[in-house]
């Protein structure tokens, strides 16, 4: 049999060759600036792990270390968030008014803000949590976006985010999702765009179940513990209606 | 290619980003494709003076060690599992195979061995040479000119007589360097 038929394979590429995004080429852009950065600073790197294709496909987790420049890592230990904190983790996140969020966590989410670092005017909050001891909160300022995450031990990690996209009215979308720290210091988190009519967000990973916090269009979540995030999102809109996703299925 | 300044460096991270990035969501976890993309920037930075004049096959192969590593604690592995779109795509591919094809290619595509995968889509979606190729998996080209004819070999006979191919439809960016 001598017929190639290799070239038809592109049709199964799931990074088909295209220009990078504008939210691309932003977060290229920090990423060298973090590579440049962390090449010239010696600190302790938390231990990451990473969920593979692979490991997907056989349902297994697969664990490595890699050193996170995505992120600012703040203090050293398990990961950026302490052991202690995760363990007051609860399911049903405390939902913070702008104006009622911690002035020291919102003190350490500014000061680690992603983005342009000469920027200047006040950060927008929005999706402002308290789950046990970590606040959770997303902030702006003009076009860069951080969600934030931080223990009231002050250890914590920021990163960027994108904007709001265009949703339909019933949908989600998964916007970023990660797994940081090791044993008691793991946890997962998702951050996502939510259409106008979607009442209430569950994730459900393991023996887990934790209600996401939706506020304006986006919503957030985490739980202690890494996942390889086939877990399942239920999502309800406010005609009362509930369907279920895979987690990993939101990833585009 | 030795890089000195941090000029050369973003030189060259820029030039080669996107595919690297593509390299990498090809293989691993969506959410962490990120992660792996700048550790492998901060190895190339640690060892900008020694990166090769091409450093496209060594930054191909050193995210491949990285997500190789990432399996090894689990499960000894020489492959790295890759990814595929479950859906059609609306591009220029899209009219190059039937609902029906497709399905009875990602079959085949599945039937596949993991090593098997990996030397097919560094052939036909990071299109690279077999001198490439065969640096990026630590083999000799001729190994690798062997492993990938028996690879399209293999996925002809699985995919059967259903999945054909029309050249005239192939798009011109469909990668077939060897």
Known sequence: ?252 | MALETDAEFSAMYRAHYADVLAFVRRRAHPGQADDVVGETFLTAWRRRRDLPDDPRPWLFRTARNLMLNASRSAHRQRAVALRVAEQGRDDAYQPMLSAEARLDLLAAWRGLSTSDQEILALHVWEGLTDKEAATVLGCSRAAYSMRLSRAKRRLAKRAGPGVELSTALVPANVNGAS
């Open chain 1, 1 to 252: 049999m001598n017929r190639d038929i290799s070239p038809l394979l592109g049709v199964l590429d799931p990074a088909p060759p295209r220009a990078l995004t504008v939210d691309e080429q932003a977060r290229q852009e920090q990423l060298l600036s973090s590579v440049l950065a962390d090449a010239r600073v010696v600190r302790r790197r938390p231990v990451r792990r990473i969920a593979l294709a692979g490991a997907l496909a056989v349902g297994a987790a697969a664990a490595v270390v890699v050193a996170p420049v995505a992120y600012h890592m703040i203090k050293g230990g398990g990961g950026p968030l302490s052991s202690t904190a995760i363990s007051s983790w609860t399911g049903n996140p405390v939902r913070l008014a702008a104006s009622s969020t911690d002035s020291t966590a919102q003190q350490f989410c500014e000061k680690n803000a992603t983005g342009n670092p000469n920027a200047t005017g006040p950060f927008t909050v929005s999706n402002a949590d308290l789950r046990g001891e970590v606040t959770s909160m997303v902030l702006t300022r003009g076009k860069d976006i951080t969600l934030c995450m931080v223990g009231t031990d002050g250890e914590g990690f920021t990163m960027a985010v994108d904007p709001i996209g265009k949703i339909a009215p019933k949908d989600i979308t998964l916007d970023t999702a990660g797994s940081h720290g090791d044993g008691d210091s793991a946890f997962s988190y998702v951050e996502g765009f939510a259409g106008a009519d979607v009442k209430s967000i569950s994730v459900h990973d393991g023996s887990r179940t934790a209600d996401a916090l939706v506020d304006g269009g986006r919503w957030t979540v985490w739980w202690p513990g890494t996942s390889d995030f086939t877990g399942t999102v239920t999502v309800t809109t406010t005609d009362g209606n509930s369907h279920s996703v895979r987690i990993d299925s939101l990833f585009h």
